[in-house]
């Protein structure tokens, strides 16, 4: 039962590739097709992130770790509210920061917060004092997301083919619909099965940092139409 639930956690972005088929079909109207799919998988990846942040953590809060103490919902309420009010207060300068760089730097900077925020979540189930531990990942979660909100949008239009951006807009808003679909249900399904975390944030922090080698052909396309 423990493979089939970490087979699907795994599966998920390549079922919702096939989903964003469109998506990428645009992206590929050019001539780099692996930039084309890098976008496309990286979306895939990186959107399944604020689902989980208002589904699998709430419950992994107050269910607790191997170690880490399970938390009063109110307590847990407190946590959760921490990325939304830093994302309100970041959100801006962070945006404006990326604004004059890469598309791959935002991108690169996302998953790095997300992978080392996940991460930390993941060792947090393992120490008693684990509740510091998710305070700083919520901190490196917030961050991640500020990068990746505007940098994803930039991303899509600035690499779209010429006459293509609006189509490729429409379609890059499904992206999220998915990702707000699967990934909650197969988190819920894989804490259920474990009872904790663990195992679930380590899986997200490696699928966070492989999708790091999806920015060399997307940087290479941004170069090429720049």
Known sequence: KSFLFFALLLAFPHTSFGQCAMCRAVLESGTDTSAAEGINNGIVYLMAIPPLMQSALPLDLVRGGLERDAQPEAISALLIGIPLVLLLLIQWPVGQALARRSVAVGLRLSLLCFSGGTALMAL???SEGGLGLVV?????LAFGQAAFLP????????LSPEGHGGLAMALFSQCFALSAF???LIAGLLLDHQG?????WLLVALVCTLSL???GPIQRRADAKG
């Open 124 to 126: 947090s189930a393992l």
């Open 136 to 140: 700083l990942a919520l901190v490196l």
């Open 151 to 158: 940098t994803a949008t930039e991303a899509v239009v600035e």
């Open 182 to 184: 699967g990934a909650p």
């Open 196 to 200: 904790h975390g663990l195992v679930l």
């Open 213 to 215: 080698l999806l920015i």
